[in-house]
């Protein structure tokens, strides 16, 4: 079970040297997966990653071959990551040359790079078995990643390049963003559309490579592709998306990391991805702009609203009200009694509204151009929406020919 | 014939072959229908599906274990276009956050659960183990006509012909609907095919298919042989039917010589070990499909570019 203390020491990074260095690398990588992944995301490209990170295996795999084929021990971190980036470049180059040179659509490309370079790094593996050479634990860990058994400088190798991936992001953000959001606009500024895309693929692979050690090549791609989609419920603009889904990220690799620390038997490159899918989960259902229950709020409150106003218009025309929803909501505002006459406070509100939409009805009329806003503004009550001035100019034209109403 | 080669080469290549050419039949419409990759997050589910069902149960029997990873396949298949609907995202994304999501759980649901005394692990779940299924009572050729014998055989090969023959069998009595659908959905619906219900009866079989086939060969086949062959195959002609044969042809290969070269072709080069079989046979159909893109006839299409 989780141990409160050990959890913790491990959030306020006093669970030993490695285990904070990993954190504070797990917190990095989780930044510039979620900031690049917006990226992503926005040019639709999101699975990419999966091809890319799926194609480093082979490139693990040689690297270890030649390493120990010239003496050294296979398991040097650098000289494996050199190996996966090559490899990575290969996988996206053949799913670039599958897509462009062939009648290929892109989802076939990236699955078919996926599993034949995951194929053949699997065949490598099992040589690197096979061969007996030993210590290749190390190897096995790039699948599904691990932070329990790494060494000091492996840790700070990899938190040297989280911190040089956040810090190429940060310094590119802006041209990225561009490109995501207005790519003519991106082009007539001079901004190479085709490099800034070259450049987006070197982040995802970096971001990749860096996440192998610590999450795995099955997981890793979650970085990429969590936080934004997570993001994406909370706002509409691209710059506030890329900050919140860094956000996401780099929470994710704290907690996941802190988690695993204080846990036994929890892998940390699950747990960051779990941690991930919970954020995700929660922004699905509660974030303001687009959360599940919000909507589901705001279609409930606009509901109410028509109600009240065609209940009271029914209250003032006379007639009886059939519909029990709209009797339900009448009865509980206190504008009729039990037996559906209406109360004192019921006639006046009736009044109100039907003065609210006379005028709105006139506003409209002068300002065709607001009929789409007015379509929901207009069961608010007016002062709330339109200023002193507007309402008075209003009144003095409903008072004035005595044209009469136009009752809807 | 050597009974020796009949029981540890045949009879696993044959389970290599069915698990191959099911999947390859399938993934034709995978591919032209843009959904290739939902080959891929269906067999990322099953290993979460598996795990759950070993937990309910205690056990590896197969029968649970794959009610867990069919009940994990559909839920996947239903969360995707949960997340796409309300998120309002591209369908690649929604498929990246469901399948890495819930391939995090089983992880994390494997090492938590204490599977120790059974051997069931992440590798075994991605490349299988196919060298393993052979049938040691087939010590020569007679044998095949011993019932005794034949009882021997591993149960995956006949639930995986079983599979192939489910497969066959949708396609020959949906196959109007599913390639008018497949073609022009717009006029599939006008005419009165039920195309929601056409697609979704062919991602049901993938994730039977694939949950089938992963029992017995691992994962990476399952994802290579529902995209590879069928996107070579789409290099070598414009039509359907000439389209599936060569998939079908090009899945018997990758089987064949990839268990061959993993086996018998390293003896060959005078190596003193075998490598596996699972992901050489998932690197032999890239390899064939390389080589389509780059000589097929009809690589480019009708364009022609």
Same mark, same amino acid.
């Given at each position: ?31 510039? =997966? ?56 290969? =996988? ?24 034949? &370079? ?13 061969? $007996? ?148 989960? &929660? ?11 919000? $909507? ?103 008072? =004035? ?8 | ?6 029981? +540890?080469? #045949? ?25 290739? +990759? ?55 994304? !929604? ?37 393993? #299924? ?14 005794? !014998? ?15 023959? !489910? ?35 062919? *991602?049901? #079989?993938?994730?039977?298919? @694939?949950?089938?086939?992963?029992? !017995? ?8 042989? +529902? ?16 389209? *599936? ?16 070269? @993993?086996?018998?072709?390293?003896? +060959? ?37």
């Amino acid at each position: 079970m989780i141990d409160a203390t050990a959890f913790v020491n491990a959030l306020t990074f006093n669970a030993g040297y490695n285990t904070a260095i990993v954190a504070i690398g797990a917190v990095l990588l989780g930044w510039a =997966g979620g900031t690049v992944g917006t990226f992503l995301l926005l040019r639709q490209r999101s699975l990419v990653s999966d091809a890319l990170s799926h194609a480093t295996l082979p490139g693990v795999g040689i690297a270890f071959l030649v390493m120990a084929w010239f003496g050294g021990s296979g398991r040097f971190l650098p000289g494996l990551l050199i190996g996966a980036a090559i490899s990575a470049m290969l =996988g996206l180059a053949s799913v670039e040359w599958l897509t462009r040179r062939t009648r290929l659509q892109s989802d076939a490309a990236i699955g078919a790079v996926l599993s034949s &370079f995951f194929g053949l790094g699997v065949v490598l593996l099992t040589v690197i078995q096979s061969l $007996g050479i030993g210590r290749q634990a190390g190897i096995g860990s790039f699948l599904l990643g691990s932070t329990s058994g790494m060494l000091r400088n492996e840790a700070i190798t990899l938190a040297v390049l989280a911190l040089g991936v956040a810090f190429l992001v940060f310094v590119l953000r802006r041209q990225l963003t561009l490109v995501c959001f207005d790519e003519t606009f991106a082009r007539t500024s001079g901004i190479d559309i085709r490099r800034t895309d070259l450049l987006l693929m070197l982040l995802v692979m970096a971001v990749t490579v860096t996440g192998l050690r610590v999450v795995g090549l099955i997981l890793v791609v979650a970085l990429l592709i969590i936080p934004p989609v997570a993001a994406r419920f909370w706002t509409d603009k691209t710059n506030t998306m890329v900050v919140v889904s860094g956000f996401v990220g780099a929470v994710s690799g704290f907690i996941g990391t802190a988690l695993s620390a204080s846990v036994p038997n929890f892998p940390a490159g699950p747990v960051i991805v779990l941690v991930a899918a919970c954020l995700f989960v &929660f922004s699905l259902l509660f974030a303001p702009a687009r959360g599940v229950f919000y $909507g589901l709020y705001r279609s409930r409150a606009f509901s109410r609203k028509v109600h009240r106003r065609q209940g009271l218009l029914a209250i003032l025309r006379g007639e009886a009200i059939y519909d029990r929803d709209t009797i339900k909501v009448l009865k509980g505002e206190g504008y009729i009694n039990a037996d559906a006459t209406p109360t004192k406070t019921g006639l006046d509100a009736a009044e109100n509204a039907a003065r609210e939409e006379a005028l709105w009805t006139i506003y409209l009329r002068d300002n065709p151009d607001a009929a789409y806003r007015a379509a929901r503004m207009r069961l608010d009550p007016i002062a709330e929406r339109l200023t002193t001035g507007e309402i008075a100019e209003l009144e003095k034209q409903f008072s =004035g020919p005595a044209a009469a109403l136009p009752v809807q | 014939m050597d009974g020796l080669y009949i029981g +540890l080469v #045949l009879v696993p290549t044959l389970i290599g072959v069915l698990a191959a050419v099911s999947c390859a039949l399938l993934g034709n419409f995978l591919v032209l229908r843009k959904q290739s +990759l939902m080959g891929d997050a269906v067999s990322h589910v099953v290993l979460p599906g598996i795990v759950v069902a070993f937990i309910f149960t205690g056990s590896m029997s197969v029968g649970p274990m794959l009610l867990g990873a069919a009940a994990a396949a559909l839920l996947s298949a239903l969360l995707i276009e949960l997340v796409r609907n309300l998120g309002k995202v591209e369908p690649g994304a !929604a498929m990246g956050v469901v399948f890495t999501a819930l391939f995090a759980l089983g992880v994390v649901l494997l090492e938590q659960s204490d599977t120790r005394d059974v051997h069931f692990d992440v590798e075994h779940a991605l490349y299988g183990n196919l060298e393993s #299924l052979v049938w040691l009572a087939g010590m020569d050729a007679s044998s095949m006509f011993e019932p005794e !014998a034949l009882a021997d055989l591993p149960p995956q090969l006949g639930r995986l012909a079983l599979a192939l023959v !489910a497969v066959i069998a949708f396609l020959v009595f949906f196959w109007r609907q599913l390639v008018v659908s497949t073609f022009d959905p717009v006029f599939a619906h006008a005419a009165g095919v039920p195309v929601r219900f056409v697609g979704a009866a062919l *991602i049901s #079989l993938v994730a039977v298919v @694939a949950v089938t086939a992963f029992e !017995a060969v691992g994962a990476i086949i399952t994802i290579a042989m +529902l995209i590879c062959p069928a996107a070579a195959a789409r290099l070598m002609t414009n039509r359907l039917l000439p389209q *599936i044969l060569w998939s079908v042809f090009f899945a018997l290969v990758s089987a064949v010589v990839g268990f061959w070269a @993993a086996g018998s072709g390293m003896e +060959l080069i005078g190596s003193g070990f075998s490598v596996s079989a699972a992901g050489m046979i998932a690197a032999v159909s890239g390899a064939i499909l390389g080589l389509c893109a780059v000589a097929a006839p009809q690589r480019k299409g009708a364009l022609g570019h």
